[in-house]
């Protein structure tokens, strides 16, 4: 059904049938990592995709029309072509993961790389409640987050067997997240947990007893877990892409 519906039923169906409402699981493919104590999969995220396809067609309008900017976020900032409101761009960002002000940061970072910066004063940070976010800048901002041109993003989402460990690694991610950004640990954007007996983890048991590759896996025990941006490949694909 999901398949022949319009592209925002389709959208609906999916998360209904998602983990946690956003993950979609690759029933075939084979585990990132497996061990007694954790298991990582890789998943497609679809939590902002609604807003990412809502903001394409503002941005794609030839003559936008004014409700439809002011309707989500009651602005009326920057009714132009090719231009979204501050607003809306981080209600997009808070959908990936990403509070306002660092939204808003990497946004003027990108505004100061672009060709039109020559034109701006150096001390002087863009205005974006009154300029806006280009479609230019935002499909910047979304290459940085690997936002695909459906919405969607890989994640990677490790799942957990016990408390103490998942405490651990959020307690030791949010330090090295703090004191030291110059590091570049990778950061969480969403994190679980659930009571013995809750539906949430009964749908990974339901879901991963019927892939041909995940017949054997069962993950009712892990209740915790986090999840991270997923790359394109592990340290195996840089060593053979490279020569190492």
């Known amino acids: 059904i999901k398949d022949c519906s319009t592209p925002r039923c389709a959208l609906i169906l999916k998360s209904r049938l998602s983990f946690l409402g956003r993950y979609v699981f690759d029933h075939n493919s084979a585990p990132l990592h497996k061990s007694e104590s954790c298991v990582i999969l890789r998943a497609k995220d679809i939590g902002a995709m609604e807003s990412y396809l809502s903001i394409q067609t503002l941005l794609g309008a030839a003559e936008p029309d004014i409700d439809d900017y002011s309707h989500g976020c009651g602005s009326v900032y920057a009714i132009t072509g090719n231009t979204i409101e501050v607003d809306r761009f981080t209600h997009f ?5 990403v509070g306002q002000s660092d939204a808003i940061s ?11 910066a020559n034109n701006m004063a ?9 300029s806006g976010v ?3 800048i935002f499909s910047e901002f979304c ?3 690997d936002i695909d041109d459906s919405g969607c993003r890989s994640v990677a989402i490790k799942f957990m067997r016990h408390r ?3 405490d651990l690694e959020r307690q030791c991610r949010d330090i ?13 954007l969403h994190q679980f947990s659930f009571k ?7 749908f990974t048991r339901d879901l991963f007893g019927q892939g041909p590759s995940q017949r054997a896996m069962n993950l009712v025990g892990f209740r915790f877990g986090i999840v991270m941006p997923c790359a394109n490949g592990d340290l195996r694909d840089i060593c053979y892409r490279e020569g190492i």
Do not use: C, M, Y
């Open 134 to 136: 280009k479609k230019s």
């Open 196 to 202: 013995k007996g809750d539906d949430g983890n009964d």
């Open 143 to 145: 290459k940085l987050h």
């Open 164 to 166: 103490q460990g998942f």
């Open 106 to 116: 990497q946004i003027e970072q990108l505004l100061l790389g672009s060709p039109s």
């Open 122 to 130: 150096v001390d002087n940070a863009p205005n974006l409640k009154a």
């Open 93 to 97: 960002a808070r959908k990936i993961g």
């Open 176 to 188: 090295l997240g703090e004191s030291a950004k110059s590091l570049n640990v990778v950061p969480v």
